[in-house]
Nanobody, 123 residues
């Protein structure tokens, strides 16, 4: 599975951005797509996860109600980020957990990672 995140940029606090994740290659019935982020000097942090089918999703408390994870097509996913805050500044990655039994937030369980895209939110 190959993944590529895009759509990052700079925005003022309160603004919105939409990230995209393009996936290619073989997928499995129990695949999960996840979004993670990593701010400078901090550990990688879970943002959201969704079954590849788009049937259900899970969010970190810090983004619940502000971010929406969607499946746009068979292999395209997006993360709509509204009401952005300076603390949302980070490099955002999409990843895939190809043998999932549940929507997991532990980055170590994700097998494939794409290159990140930088999101900068200024106050």
């Amino acid at each position: 599975v190959q993944l590529q995140a895009s759509g990052g940029g700079s925005v003022q606090a309160g603004g919105s951005l939409r990230l995209s994740c393009a996936a290619s290659g073989r997928t499995f019935g129990r695949s999960v797509v996840g979004w993670f982020r990593q701010a400078p000097g901090k550990e990688r942090q879970f943002v959201a996860a969704m079954w590849w089918s788009g049937s259900s999703s899970k969010y970190a408390d810090s983004v619940q109600g502000r971010f929406t994870f969607s499946r746009d097509s068979e292999n395209m996913f997006s993360l709509q980020m509204n009401s952005l805050k300076p603390e949302d500044t980070a490099v955002y990655y999409c990843a895939s957990d190809i043998n999932a039994h549940t929507l997991r937030s532990d980055a170590r369980t994700y097998n494939y990672w794409g290159r990140g895209t930088l999101v900068t939110v200024s106050s």
